[in-house]
């Protein structure tokens, strides 16, 4: 049982998180170093190397009180020399060359001189004092660096062995909108392993799992919605590399990208998405993966792909109370029913199949592709049970999609082109009296974009896009006969790039209905990222961005990589 | 008849220095010196082979007042225009990718699983600039001239100034002391069209690498940023033969971290 109170102190909750993410952000990003005190200096930095150790030598005036740490993964060796300064001629980077001791830094920070060992990892190591006069803290690093265990590993014929990798991540989202509330509190691990079994086959095989707390901590969504998004652990990639000549063979679960634009799915169209949280989840985990044979044929500039996929996918989307429910073809006031979806049961006869063919040509980069495949939206059948009572039986029908690419670079400038055509799509209509509440048409989707970075420093991209319906007819729900819309996008870094602001708008040049995408990224200690952001969605309640107006949201995210 | 004497004297002195003068010409420099142009090749190839190969690259970056970085990064190079760069590590950018097919450029990376059309001046390339992590040959981008030779530690070099043939490579004019006994590369300097100085690069710790005495280490400074320097460091050189289909855009999803 969950109380309203507890419910409703959440949304302080959780204000007051994204502003400890925040000012930690800014904290970690903007920290200075600290006026330095006069004290013991560091006179030199030196380091020997044998074949079982390598040592660092610390040359201090006076008897340092140090400390030491172990950072990012036991690779870095932090030593800090309380009170002391550097001298004025200190080398800041000392030349290592050596695998088993590959860089030292030297600074100053909080009032202490620093010196960083970065090392292989794996190596132990030990630290010494003596007074020779003045006063040598040594730090010895023993082992064999794994450069050289690898190499003799390659060298003794062996087949590499497999790695492991991944990451976790935290998602946590808040709703602006009326009422505000905690709308995404995930907490997601994900696991990869690659490997390669011989010369010619290498495999991958990756999965994700998460738990979305805020269906424990809140009792604002519906009970299918808690099921259908509260917690999810799926393979991801599962397949093998076979490589023969000029053919290679892809066989598994994977995903097979096409196109050339960024950020928008217009020539992606192999994979079914999933559209539950709109288009805001990463474009990695938008694609949904899928049993499929991609085989490949390259010779020189040309290229051939041919796709077998014997059990298709198709779009997932929101459920009525989610954050992103899918819009129902249907006027205010309906009262609208559902059977269950009617999906193409694994078998040859359902296969989707479909190549591509790309070719480089002074730099321009072109392809054509044709995909037999199933749409991966449903048609929604409609039966008009009663007046102002439908009830829809969705189901996926056959579809050809033919589509043609470019990219070309000139001057700085990329740019880049999508052409796709769609026969056979059924659209919903809204006349009452159409038999089946949906109608045929073939329809082009277009895009025209170009990148360019400004003052070698802000990445911006620009792109057109415009849908046009053949034959279009007055009453198809929510589309137009042309319908024409721009995004911008812009990108920059500060503090080495470790601090990146990026903004997209996305916006319908007919009216305003518009995404507004602003995020702050953030990079620290090798292995993490934090990110805070924000999603406004602006328009008409029928509007593609629009009908989601009320689910403006800021969001916060941390990940580790392992 | 005296005059005449005096002035066929003159004139077989005059004939006999002029023909010495064709047959054992006045020492100049030039003329002591390969062409340029073959100095920049022969430097080249001590830089990297020229043949395919893979190496691995560690680069630290030192700012004053920030902590060191590191980055990791395996290189394949096949031919003299493909490159691939593979980042290994920091482990948030681990399986990026860029592959430079001439001066085309396409960049794989892992959240978005596709390759992408990118330019030169793209931010996504990162800090140090590519061309430095990769081979970088000067021959064939750059048209070279000797300006002089230049005593530094009681070693000979010829200086070169190198000038870019076309307008899309990096720098547009490059300093270039190279060793005279042996072509192997000191340091360069590379400025921009306006004439500043952009950068300064320090060839060094040179060992047997693929067969021959080269640099492995490349220490890189800004002049205008005191303190602010770049180590690149070269280690695992191996020399390789690998199939053409591994450097193109389409096979970038396939190579393996």
Not at chain 2, 54 to 72: D, L
Request: net charge negative; charged share 25%; glycine share 8%.
């Amino acid at each position: 049982m969950r109380t309203g109170t507890a419910t409703n102190s959440r949304p302080i909750l959780a204000f007051l998180l994204f502003l400890i993410s925040a000012s930690l952000l800014v904290t970690e990003a903007f920290a200075a170093p600290r006026a330095k005190k006069k004290g013991t200096e560091l006179l030199t930095v030196e380091v020997t190397s044998r074949q079982d150790l390598t040592r660092v030598y610390m040359n201090l005036s006076s008897r340092p009180e140090y400390a030491v740490e172990s950072l990012e993964g036991d690779t870095v060796l932090r030593i800090r020399l309380a009170g002391a300064v550097l001298s004025p001629g200190i080398s800041r980077l000392v030349p290592a060359g050596d695998e088993r001791v590959t860089s030292i830094g030297v600074d100053e920070a909080s009032g202490a001189a620093v010196v960083n060992i970065r090392k292989g990892s794996g190596l132990t190591h030990d630290i010494s004092v003596e007074e020779k006069g003045t006063y040598i803290l040594a730090v010895t690093v023993r082992g064999e660096p794994r450069a050289a265990q690898e190499k003799k590993e390659e060298d003794s014929g062996a087949v590499s062995g497999a790695r492991v990798g991944g990451y976790f991540k935290n998602e946590t989202a808040y709703r602006l909108s009326n009422p505000g509330q905690l709308s995404k509190v995930r907490n997601i691990l994900y696991l990869e392993s690659t490997g390669q079994l011989t010369d010619a086959i290498s495999y991958k095989t990756s999965g994700r799992a998460y738990h979305d707390a805020v269906f424990d901590l809140t009792n604002n969504y519906p009970a299918d919605v808690e099921e259908d998004l509260g917690r999810d652990a799926q393979i991801r990639d599962f397949y093998a590399d076979l490589s023969m000549g000029d053919w290679d063979l892809r066989a598994g679960k994977q995903q097979i990208v096409w196109g050339e634009a960024v950020g928008l799915f217009f020539a992606d169209v192999v994979n079914a998405k999933d559209l539950r949280e709109f288009v805001l989840q990463d474009f990695d985990y938008i694609r949904k993966p899928q049993w499929a044979a991609d085989i490949e044929y390259t010779r020189e500039r040309f290229h051939l792909e041919l796709v077998w996929s014997p059990f298709p996918e198709f779009n997932d989307f929101g459920l009525p109370g989610s954050e992103f429910p899918q819009a129902v073809p249907a006027p205010a006031g309906t009262v609208t029913l559902f059977n269950g979806t009617e999906e193409p049961s694994a078998s040859i006869s359902a296969s989707e199949v479909g190549g591509r063919v790309s070719y480089l040509s002074d730099g321009w980069d072109f392809s054509l592709f044709h995909l037999y495949t199933w749409d991966k939206f449903p048609a929604n059948l409609r039966t008009v049970v009663a007046p102002g009572v439908y009830l829809f039986t969705p189901e996926h029908k056959r579809i050809n999609i033919t589509g043609a690419t470019f990219a070309k670079e000139r001057g700085g400038v990329v740019f880049k082109g999508e052409f796709v055509y769609y026969q056979g799509k059924r659209f919903s209509v809204l006349d009452e009296t159409d038999v089946d509440g949906v109608v045929e048409k073939d329809y082009l989707d277009y895009l025209l974009g170009v990148d360019y970075t400004f003052f070698e420093k802000v990445d911006f991209n620009f792109q057109f896009m415009q849908r046009v319906i053949f034959g279009f007819d007055d009453d198809i729900f929510r589309e137009e006969r042309v319908r024409t819309s721009a995004s911008v996008w812009f990108k920059t870094g500060f503090l080495d790039n470790r601090l990146e602001p990026e903004l997209l708008v996305i916006s319908s040049l007919e009216e305003l209905d518009m995404l507004l995408r602003a995020k702050l990224n953030y990079k620290f200690r090798g292995s993490w990222q934090a990110r805070i952001g924000l999603d406004v969605f602006d328009g008409p309640d029928d509007g593609i961005f629009g009908q989601y107006s009320s689910s403006d949201r800021v969001y916060a995210e941390v990940r580790y990589d392992f | 008849m005296r005059s005449g004497t005096i002035s066929d004297l003159k004139n077989i002195i005059f004939a006999g220095f002029f023909g010495i003068t064709l047959l054992f010409p006045a020492p100049s420099f030039s003329a002591l010196a390969p062409p340029a142009d073959e100095i920049v090749a022969k430097a080249d190839e001590i830089r990297s082979p020229q043949l395919d190969y893979t190496v691995g690259v560690t680069v630290v970056s030192m700012k004053p007042g920030a902590e060191p970085r590191e980055a990791r990064y395996e290189v394949l190079v096949k031919g003299k225009d493909k490159t691939i760069i593979k980042t290994l590590s920091p482990a948030f950018e681990r399986g990026r990718t860029l592959l430079m097919l001439g001066r085309d450029l396409w960049a794989y990376l892992p959240d978005i699983s596709k390759p992408i059309r990118i330019s030169l001046q793209q931010r996504l390339l990162g800090e140090v600039a590519n061309g430095d992590i990769a081979r970088a040959n000067f021959s064939g981008d750059y048209k070279a001239v000797l300006l002089k030779k230049e005593k530094i530690e009681k070693a000979s070099y010829h200086v070169l100034e190198l000038t870019a043939i076309g307008d899309d490579v990096t720098y547009n004019k490059v300093l270039y002391w190279v060793r005279s006994e042996d072509y192997r590369p000191h340091k360069a300097e590379f400025y921009a069209l306006s004439g500043r100085l952009l950068k300064t690069c320090v060839y060094g710790e040179y060992r047997e690498m693929a067969g021959r005495m080269r640099p492995s280490r490349l220490t890189l400074s800004d002049p205008l940023v005191k303190g602010q320097l770049s180590t690149i460091d070269y280690h695992d050189m191996k020399v390789k033969g690998m199939p053409e289909k591994l450097f193109t855009k389409d096979y970038m999803k396939k190579l393996k971290y």
